[in-house]
């Protein structure tokens, strides 16, 4: 999250309370998941559930909806628009969707192969995350297509809730013109590797912070923005819903 030291220590602070939130079924188990491939033909509920009837909060200006996921003709999508959501997700304006793997996942090769969304304002996110709602630390590990210049991604990592990690990569495409591979592989060797149509474009290796060593959910996700116009550019509903599209999404455990 690309942003100047101040915003992010407010943002990793309202991160911290935000992914915390899954109640009920999503926060389904914390079993730990072997290597799969998923075509996206069908909503498998044995490996993913849905984020519903809640908000992230702060910089989330979304609430999640189950129906704002949906499957059809081997693809996957997360709308974003101005629906109501369920429960009321905390006042918040705008409602989108968020796919979530019941197991955690370890070290290994996290790939999906998706279509961004456009729009200032708006994050596609490819990520591995868990916290104190799996009862372990908060670790994450980003992909994120921020819709204000989709010809670029920005890396990130948080070891225990502490990020500051990132960098921006220029692609060389449109993320939300076509669909492309992205990877995220992460080794006990003490490496994470970003790549793009198999093609290495960034390396972490601890030198700037330790590196995440705790199992995660994999998380595909689509969300606008609020009050970080500073990162994501400013938000505004342009009238009709907002899709990212997957056509994939693969693990290979190491």
Not at 168 to 174: A, E, P, R, S, V
Request: charge should be negative; charged fraction near 15%; hydrophobic fraction near 35%.
């Amino acid at each position: 999250m690309f942003r100047r030291v101040t915003t992010l220590l407010a943002i990793s602070a309202t991160l911290a309370f935000a992914v915390l939130a899954p109640t009920g079924s999503q926060a389904a188990t914390t079993a730990i998941g072997g290597s799969f491939v998923d075509n996206f033909d069908g909503f498998d509920t044995g490996r993913w559930h849905k984020a519903d009837g809640w908000s992230n909060g702060g910089m989330f200006n979304a609430g999640w909806r189950a129906d704002h996921v949906w499957f059809n003709g081997g693809v996957m999508g997360l709308n974003l628009d101005n629906a109501s959501c369920p429960g009321g997700c905390s006042g918040k304006p705008y409602a989108s969707g968020e796919l979530r793997t019941n197991d955690l996942y370890s070290y290994g090769r996290y790939e999906v192969r998706m279509k961004a969304v456009k729009g200032s304002g708006t994050v596609t996110g490819f990520f591995t995350y868990t916290g104190p709602s799996d009862g372990q630390p908060w670790d994450e590990i980003d992909v994120e297509i921020l819709g204000k210049n989709t010809t670029q991604m920005q890396t990130n990592y948080f070891t225990n809730g502490v990020g500051g990690h990132e960098k921006i990569i220029n692609l060389g495409f449109d993320a939300a013109a076509g669909y492309h591979d992205y990877a995220i592989e992460w080794w006990n060797q003490g490496t994470i590797n970003w790549f793009v149509d198999g093609r290495l474009v960034h390396q972490e290796n601890g030198s700037r912070g330790p590196l995440p060593t705790h199992p995660g959910r994999l998380m595909l996700n689509l969300w606008p923005a609020t009050g970080v116009d500073g990162w994501t550019g400013p938000f505004t509903y342009p009238g009709s819903t907002m899709t990212a599209f997957f056509d994939w999404a693969r693990y290979t455990k190491y």
